[in-house]
């Protein structure tokens, strides 16, 4: 059965899978890789993996996809807008870096949905709304089957939706009080005064009974609980995907996200929105891009 490479470029890391048409993994791995002082590492630690799969899939010229950060051009040929992280990486052409073959590049949020969509938690439904909660939040949508990308490719940033108008501080489009900023990893230190500098930690003191982790913790809930809400009114979607590795907290965050869910939102008829948790974790960039090219290369 023809392989599918799939490649999750990140600044930190590179991932890679190797499937078939069903989803299934027939190799997988990563590299570590490096952004920081605006370092072009991740270029050649994607090629490296991009050589590492082709050689395992016995393929000549591979189908691939690419997940990256940022927003991808219509073409999908290339991540067009990235301010701030992995320098380099707009407007680079991965078709004649990687050599040969068709290659197509789309956000590594959309990926993560077409891997849940395609294989995952989300098989068989028609519309879909994935959150990522990592380090930010990213998302995705799914409407009748297909990827929604909206005018510019540009759909699905729900990290940058506001939960909290009050505040001053902005994210990176300007908007203040972002579900991002809210629960992304990357403001937890702020968030609770400086004394956890990880999600992790913070939920494994929530666990222990601390009141101000608890505090923490729970209101970043209540706002993703409200985020959730507000998506539900606006698409009406089958389910909404938790995936990232904040959902790692488990029972820690399913349960108050649920009891949040029964005082917010709003279910006529008694219609209540599946929440459901992604089956890829770490590999769902990966996964989703191959799963992205397959369906592209069947147009």
């Not at 950060?69 to 870096?97: C, K, Q, V």
């Not at 108050?256 to 992604?278: C, H, N």
Request: proline share 3%; glycine share 14%.
């Amino acid at each position: 059965m023809k392989k599918v490479i799939g490649i999750d470029v990140g600044g930190t890391m590179v991932k890679g899978a190797l499937i078939d048409a069903t989803g299934e993994i027939a190799h997988q791995d990563c590299f570590p890789t490096n952004d920081k002082d605006s370092s072009p590492e991740w270029m050649e630690t994607a090629r490296e993996m991009h050589r590492l799969l082709k050689e395992r899939s016995g393929c000549e010229n591979c189908l691939t996809g690419i997940a990256a950060p940022g927003i991808a051009n219509s073409e999908h040929t290339a991540i067009a807008f990235m301010p701030g992280r992995l320098a380099g990486i707009e407007n680079f052409h991965w078709g004649e870096y990687l050599g040969g073959g068709e290659v197509f590049v789309l956000n590594d949020a959309h990926a993560a949905l077409m891997a849940e969509s395609s294989f995952g938690a989300g098989k068989g439904l028609m519309n879909i709304v994935l959150l990522t909660l990592g380090t930010g939040v990213g998302g995705g949508i799914l409407i009748n089957g297909k990827l929604y990308t909206g005018q510019g490719l540009m759909a699905g940033h729900l990290g940058h939706i506001t939960v909290n108008s009050a505040v001053d501080e902005t994210g990176i489009t300007g908007s203040p009080g972002t579900l991002e900023q809210a629960i992304g990893n990357t403001t937890v230190g702020r968030r609770s005064s400086g004394r956890f500098d990880s999600t992790s930690r913070l939920v494994e003191a929530y666990d222990k009974g601390d009141s101000f982790a608890a505090y923490v913790w729970l209101d970043s809930v209540r706002k993703l609980a409200l985020a959730i809400c507000s998506i539900s009114n606006a698409i009406s979607p089958d389910a909404v995907i938790l995936g990232g590795g904040i959902t790692n907290a488990g029972e820690s965050l399913f349960r108050p996200l649920s009891e949040f869910l029964d005082v917010y939102e709003w279910r006529p008829g008694g219609k209540k929105t599946q929440i459901l948790q992604a089956q890829y974790s770490e590999l769902s960039g990966a996964v989703g891009a191959a799963a992205f090219a397959l369906a592209r290369s069947r147009k």
